[in-house]
């Protein structure tokens, strides 16, 4: 079977098959472990952008390496985690300018230093293929403030932050990751399930709920858009790299109230909650528009 | 100016130079950083694999996976540090084949285990390029057992594990990290100075030297030689993954005793000692079996 056809999702759950149980924690949005005598929890996240396939060779090198730190960042984001030191593995062409690297670079350490991530090593290849640049990012989270996908509670409240739709159009490679409104958020509240919306709503909010064991319902007429988007694009453009989070019902006034005064630029949107499963073995589906049940 | 003509080491120095003083990490085994709250110190290190760069297409796909996963282990070995989680990044072409991908799973595995070495999550892209695997570990360190380069004195003994040369004929894919050694070397006595032989002794050493702002004399005659190998593949081949340690003279009976009681099959070679450096700018090299001033 080819990679194409058997397709990323595949080859991820058919290389999980492969692993322990105790360590399966590959498709989760960061690692979280214990480190010996530590009281807060250590979390690894690595992902990796590659030319060609997340960026044209057109694109501003400086944008490319902001995208290449604030992806694994946006994940730290997704479980309310402080990220503090980066790995950077670059692979360039023999024939690719230094110029061109340097620029990436300057991207890189830009997007680090928004959060005071520092960049303590890295590792250089040749390659006759293509660019790419893999980022790894390890940091902390302290055990009462670790949120994962899986706490959602019948009944919750499933809000998201931003505007939703259309991140091609440039926003996928400026996004600011959401953790300084992810860290207010468990300091503030009690967050049941959370994670970043990096595939599209309509394959990110399906994954939360069947971490959670629930389904959902969404009020599609509710979803916040971005500029010229509809519907069809906040559910399925992905890369957006808003959080989506679920909370219990009687906090949601007190948290919009607070919300607006601590980030007045950044909307908060109820967009729906999360309801019982229909039954156990399946995925609840959401797309253009309308609710499946697969 | 070309990658390809400015070199590896060259673009790391120029990218090196733009980082802060503070994080000027870059190029020695691991990055060494404090974590929160714990005692230990936390070890990161990444390092990649590149279709037709470090292996080629013929090479046994669990083979690489082994050599991917232990070259950073090997980073580790270096600074005394104990190897606990991986996050691996696999860039696969989306013409390759799922079994390719799931055997060099297996190497991946297979290696992690030796060292119970957790692979704790990763991430998948298709390219149009080459194959690349990335390996990124976290670990531990106690503070009094991490080493560097720089510790050397004046007058220390240079030791070697192993025998040198010749490992592209099938050792560089089939290594194992001195981890254990380094371990007990640390547990059992002062190592002032220490790292891995990945370029070669020729290359390392200087290094090494330099690091600690000594110059050093090496007896030629004592290098121990692989099976085939030559003073000349002894000090050039590289890819030895051996370990080189600077320890106090006084040591050495005491240390060459136990060595043999404890690994008896691995020798231990007192292969010459640290000196005061010719002078402060220069980096002292070793080449084909003469000592050289620069």
Redesign the interface.
Known sequence: ????R?G?D???A??LR??PA??K??G?D??V?E??????L?V???????????FRPSTDPKLIGWKAMMRPLSDFAAISAVP??A???L????????TW??TL??GL?RAASRFDV?????????????V?I?V?V?G?VEKARSVSRAGGKNGDTLFVTGRLGGSLRGKHLRFVPRIDESRWLTKNFRIHAMMDLSDGLGADLPRLAKASKLGFQIDMKKLPLARGANIDNAVSDGEDYELLFAIAPRDRTRLTRAWRKKFPRLPLTCIGSLTRPLNNSTTQLLSGGYLHFQ
Do not use: N
């Open positions: 079977m080819k990679l194409s058997a990323e595949a080859l991820i058919s290389l492969e692993l105790s360590s924690l590959i989760d960061c690692a472990v480190f010996r005598g530590a009281k807060d250590l690894l996240k690595t992902d990796c952008v590659v030319g060609e396939i997340h503090q030191f790995l950077i593995t692979v360039v062409p023999s024939s690719g300018s230094t690297a340097k670079y300057r350490k520092r960049i303590v090593g890295g590792e250089t290849s040749a390659t006759r293929g293509a790419v893999s790894s390890s902390f």
